[in-house]
């Protein structure tokens, strides 16, 4: 879950309406709403801990020189220039989704199930170096439709669009893509059932998925399950346990996706979020309901039994407004829910010993002394990792938003805090790293942490993963070596190509502010969803992107890291 927190931040202070009212108020509070007035609501993704994706969380193993774990958060550099207004990954996954402005998704990682959609046996990962781009017309959907928002399971996705179709791929032995269940969806495949079939036709605007269900959520606030009952994931009251054959039981399994009524029927939910096999839901009223597997009290109700039907949390349903839920988040064997005080607060069992370990697990969502005055914004839980946002009261900060990690048993990095620094805390700290970087949305993988981060200094000043890549060492217009007569050369932020600010078409006058993408790159992804420029026309390129501050690289830095003073270009006209 890391969509901002237009919900949790929303009024506080006003008196909400108690469950009795719940209808007479209109739908204002919907979970993807990005919006935060006045503040640029699309980043640039970084990521920290393991990238490589084929042996994460398996041993033995051969380590990739390429593919190394990041012990800080770095800018991915292939999707530098991509305006991201979403990253999705899970818990349980060694894949994620960027989705940005223009609609397009960019998928990469292990493509276990072949939950990137494409066959798992010609294409085992998708690189980080090039991800796969995806548009919503190469799916059936009209031209023009855009992606959304995008939900990941262990091995499995979910796109929604913004005519509210969702697609799938992946594993689907559960039925947790909601195709005819059994092995899996090899190719993104439009889902047809439940909240888009017939009449009751609703648009889908948010998914969750956890390792064998799925859930999806409509505009009007309906939550749909598919995928297996077997701990009562589908909030529908049963399990469908049975003998099959001797000594086999098996549970029931919906590939078509069915609305979850109960305590939830007449609701609107806001938000979303899927554990392993657990599920909690969020009304516009601050109320939290939780369902599905139970053990070490993961669902915060005090006991361990599995949860069958969406049951209110009590520690939500105060009738002092101050007192209810604004965000909710699932780690694998935890949940998480900040209120409307904006205190974040968890249950279940999300370390390796002390309390909130399998010996002690929280029974009931209880906070974390550490954070207890901070005034949280957002929350995402990893495999082992946690991560959460909050105002920022250090008058130093120039972003207002400070970045929280705690977790266990971290071998990848995966927290980012730093190289030298422990992998892992039990309690939470402030991630040094990211100090100064405004962090818009949080996505915690098994093994990788995202982050997405509005543009500016601090930005610029972060690593940038590969560190390197071949590039021409001399202009590659003119192909010459003009320093001497002090002839700026400007470096390319994603692909490092030197190009002299005479040399561009227009000519650049000097460095331009904020971060510069050559003209290759600034067309790169623009190509194939905007028409294409008219031949001889003039397209104005760097230098006028929307971000303050960050001063182009020049070229000249490159130069001099070159120990060889006989410097070698390696493009040729
Ligand atoms: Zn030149
Ligand atoms: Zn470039």
Known sequence: MIDPPAVAVADPTSPGPGPEHEHEHPPTLVAPSPAVPGKQQWGRVLICGGTNWLALGKKGLPVDPDSPDLASPHTLRSLSNVKATGVYTSHSACHAIVIDVAGAAYLFGRNASSCLGLPTSTSPSISHRSPRRLLPSELGAPGGTKFTHAAVGRNHSLLVGDDGSVWSAGQNAHGQCAQ?????????????GGWARGKQREKAVFAAAGVNFSLVLTESGRVYAFGSGEHGQLGNGRTGERIAQANKTTYDVEDDPVLIKGPLEGKKVVQIACGQQHAIA?????????????????LGLGHQKDVLLPTLVPQYAGANPLTRAAFVAAGPTATIVIDRQRMLQMAGKFKTSGAGSVGQPFTTFRYFAEIQGCKMLLASAGGVTHFATADDDDSSGTTGVMTIAWGQNAINSELGLGEGQPKSTPKPVRVETLNGIDVLALAAGQNTSFFLARPNEALGELPRFPETVPAPNLCVVCDEDREARGEEALECEKCDTPYHLGCLD????????GQWFCPKCEREFVEVVLPLPVPGGKKP????????KKRGRPAKRKAEEDSEPERKVKVKK
Do not use: H, Q, S
């Open 282 to 298: 969020l009304t516009m009223d601050g109320l939290a309901y939780v369902w599905g597997f139970n053990g070490y009290c993961r």
């Open 180 to 192: 005819p269940a059994g092995g899996e969806v090899g190719g993104f495949r439009l889902i047809g």
């Open 541 to 548: 390129v760097g230098g006028k992107e929307e971000e303050p």
């Open 506 to 513: 227009p000519p650049l006058e000097g460095i331009p502010e």
